[in-house]
């Protein structure tokens, strides 16, 4: 499994003084030791400032890229449409946007040899994603069994410090009893929902 994240984190704090370029920095870290407490193959951030990820041809090339260079077959993203969580929260446009690059990243993108011809005279060659699982969705057609591999996930969440280490607790708590509501829709411990979308 390879992560690919988009932003660089240099907006991630509320303090003023908080340098940007440091920030970012601290971000990469924490995403990078998070990966390694995951045990993924490969993770790689991009150096798009937050809040300005737009959906460019540019960024779906460097998404296409990664989807043929690891050869997914299975992408995992963010619902794009789901904009709205209860009455309190809305989600960020990071977010959103990321969600949408994945998908026309994935089609017609990294499937077709007319998107990106360059990659194939380099050598890449064009890639079929079987499947696209959207993660906090409003619309889950899914729900996962990560009964064995929740503590991970909190582990692998409690490194990024620089956003979670004040309510760390608070996260774990709120991210398991979701779990929980999610697991016992399918009889097991710990469950994620997801809207999967079956493309093969």
Same mark, same amino acid.
Do not use: C
């Given at each position: 499994?390879?992560?690919?994240?988009?932003?660089? $984190?240099? &907006?991630?704090?509320?303090?003023?003084?908080?340098?940007? !370029?440091?920030?970012? +920095?601290?971000?990469?870290?924490?995403?990078?030791?998070?990966?390694?407490v995951l045990g993924l193959a490969g993770a790689h951030v991009l150096d798009i400032h937050d809040g300005e990820l737009q959906n460019t041809?540019?960024?779906?090339?460097?998404?296409?890229?990664?989807?043929?260079?690891?050869r997914a077959e299975t992408v995992i993203t963010c619902d794009p449409?789901?904009?709205?969580? $209860?009455? &309190?929260?809305?989600?960020?446009?990071?977010?959103?946007? !990321?969600?949408?690059? +994945?998908?026309?990243?994935?089609?017609?993108?990294?499937g077709n040899p007319h998107y990106f011809p360059e990659h194939l005279a380099e050598g890449l060659d064009v890639r079929e994603v079987h499947d696209v699982w959207?993660?906090?969705?409003?619309?889950?057609?899914?729900?996962?069994?990560?009964?064995?591999?929740?503590?991970?996930?909190?582990?692998?969440?409690?490194?990024?410090?620089?956003?979670?280490?004040?309510?760390?607790?608070?996260?774990q708590e709120e991210l398991e009893r979701e779990a929980r509501e999610a697991g016992a829709e399918i009889g097991v411990a710990l469950a994620e929902r997801f809207r999967v979308l079956d493309l093969s």
């Open positions: 499994m390879h992560l690919l994240v988009l932003t660089n $984190g240099d &907006r991630g704090s509320s303090d003023p003084y908080r340098d940007r !370029a440091e920030l970012a +920095a601290t971000r990469r870290a924490e995403t990078l030791a998070a990966a390694k041809t540019e960024v779906r090339e460097i998404v296409v890229r990664r989807i043929r260079i690891v449409t789901a904009w709205f969580f $209860g009455e &309190r929260y809305y989600n960020h446009s990071d977010h959103r946007k !990321a969600g949408e690059i +994945a998908l026309d990243a994935v089609f017609p993108g990294a959207l993660g906090w969705t409003n619309e889950p057609n899914h729900v996962e069994d990560v009964s064995e591999h929740f503590a991970t996930a909190m582990a692998a969440l409690a490194e990024h410090r620089s956003q979670v280490e004040d309510g760390i607790r608070y996260f």
